[in-house]
């Protein structure tokens, strides 16, 4: 079964909204979850590193106010796109390792649409 | 930095054909190297994963992938394909020392097999 839960699954929100995603360790305690972006035909590509109970780490060229991360919990980190246009709109996906050299987990993902 | 390409980025083939996909990585210490499969509508999902020991490595399905250290490689191989194996897969790395999970992903290889 998911050991990772994502939500929601698909948002559509007009420009200028705000949207929160979650990611959720269901069985095991994440200190370090990781965000995703894929774009249609493309590959996965890491946007930020979400570390419990201090700030999240970002890849190069992504905007740290523009997708702000919270990890208050060893089992919740949040992606919150502020006031998200149209070029936002793509496939974000989360995912969760237990300790150690171990493989992810990923969420579902959420498919993000900005009209 | 470490980086991932797959040579092949659409593949057609005839059920119980054989496949190989290619996955080259570039890194200048030790891995872990991973494939995952994306099937139509769903989520990311580890097929085998290779951390040390028998560079040949069977995961599930049927899937199997070779580590050649001296090319770089973790090409994933079946013997024979079925229609169900269509979907696309990803070859990715992260880097021994580095947070696990943290991982970088080749640009993907679309399967179709056609029945």
């Known amino acids: 079964g998911a050991v990772v839960s994502q939500h929601p699954s698909r948002v559509i929100c007009k420009s200028g909204t705000s949207v929160k995603i979650e990611c959720r360790s269901l069985?095991?305690?994440?200190?370090?979850m990781f965000w995703y972006r894929q774009f249609p035909k493309q590959s996965l590509m890491l946007m930020a590193t979400?570390?419990?109970?201090?700030?999240?780490?970002?890849e190069q060229g992504v905007e740290k106010d523009k997708f702000l991360i919270n990890h208050a919990s060893l089992t919740l980190s949040t992606l919150t796109v502020t006031s998200a246009h149209p070029e936002d709109s793509s496939f974000y996906i989360c995912?969760?390792?237990?300790?150690?050299?171990?493989?992810?987990?990923f969420g579902d993902g959420t498919r993000l649409s900005i009209l | 930095a470490q980086s991932v390409s797959q040579h092949n980025h659409h593949v057609i083939l005839s059920e119980a054909a054989s496949l190989e996909l290619g996955c080259n990585y570039s890194?200048?210490?030790?891995?872990?190297l991973f494939w995952y499969v994306q099937y139509p509508g769903q989520h990311l999902q580890l097929l085998l994963k290779?951390?040390?020991?028998?560079?040949l490595v069977k995961g599930i399905k049927g899937f199997e992938a070779e580590f050649i250290k001296s090319k770089f490689s973790f090409n994933l191989r079946k013997p024979s394909v079925q229609w169900s194996d269509t979907a696309e897969y990803f070859c990715?790395?992260?880097?021994?020392?580095?947070?696990?999970?943290?991982?970088?992903f080749g640009d993907g290889t679309t399967l179709t097999v056609k029945p």
């Open positions: 290779y951390f040390s020991g028998d560079p």
């Open positions: 979400s570390n419990e109970g201090s700030k999240a780490t970002y």
């Open positions: 069985d095991f305690q994440a200190t370090t």
């Open positions: 995912s969760a390792g237990r300790v150690g050299n171990q493989p992810q987990h």
């Open positions: 990715a790395v992260n880097g021994y020392n580095t947070n696990a999970g943290k991982s970088t």
């Open positions: 890194y200048g210490g030790t891995v872990n």
